[in-house]
């Protein structure tokens, strides 16, 4: 069974410039092993293809998250819920993809959060989450222009229910920076509620990107510098042992 949230994101920034937006989306909850089957007419509203996700685009999304956790000394877990955007009539964008990974009892072992800036970089985070999807991690990627690659992350990521609910705080010298939030609440993904959403929420990924865009020229506009990326920043590096051509 695959799920629709209808959403809303939000992002305020505290160092330097207050400045806060809010934006109202949808997202898929799928399980790897049983991507939505829909009818022919909805099908290029909602495309999940490897090359927008984890590793290598001549994999399946799940052969590569099996690849990245296995690099990391994890098994492959049987059970995978992936909550992110679907491609749109070509086009998707995904500011934060999360993985759950469950064992054969169900317990949790593994979330991985996929994270892609507008350069078309990506990096992925192995996080070690306490029993309320809490975790802590290092920044090592460039997101923002606005923001060195520094400072750590501190997120509640809770695979989710009835309703959707993530934080995400970047924390740089003792200080909060920046807060993301998400919060939804689900429903089975028909095709009539799919048809809902894609009404509701026309071109649902280029708005997303198109709106973090819009916001970094206003910031940009309001004086704060722009960051420049180091090579290093690029994010590709780490999909090399995921991305490890067939044998």
Not at 99 to 115: I, P, T
């Amino acid at each position: 069974m695959s799920w629709l949230y209808e959403a809303e994101v939000g992002h305020r920034r505290l160092e330097s410039l207050d400045d806060a937006f809010t934006h109202r989306l949808y997202l898929w909850l799928v399980d790897l092993d049983d991507l939505p089957r829909l009818p022919a007419p909805l099908r290029p509203f909602a495309r999940f293809r490897a090359a927008d996700h984890i590793g290598h685009p001549d994999r399946t999304i799940r052969e590569n998250l099996d690849a990245f956790l296995a690099a990391r000394g994890i098994a492959r877990p049987p059970r995978v819920l992936m909550l992110a955007h679907a491609r749109v009539l070509g086009w998707v964008f995904n500011p934060i993809t999360l993985y759950w990974c469950r064992d054969a009892d169900g317990a949790l072992v593994a979330v991985v959060a996929e994270v892609h800036n507008t350069y078309g970089g990506r990096h992925h985070y192995l996080l070690e989450v306490d029993e309320a999807g809490r975790a802590r991690v290092d920044k090592d990627f460039y997101v923002s222009p606005f923001f060195p690659v520094d400072g750590e992350y501190r997120m509640r990521v809770p695979e989710p229910g009835e309703t959707l609910s993530a934080t995400i705080v970047l924390r740089r010298e003792g200080g909060t920076a920046f807060v993301a939030t998400l919060r939804g609440r689900r429903r089975p993904a028909t095709a009539r509620t799919v048809l809902a959403a894609v009404l509701r929420h026309p071109a649902v990924t280029l708005r997303v990107s198109a709106a973090i865009r819009h916001r970094g020229i206003r910031l940009w506009a309001r004086g704060l510098p722009v960051i420049a990326r180091r090579p290093v920043d690029t994010g590709r590096g780490l999909d090399q042992l995921a991305a490890a051509p067939r044998s």
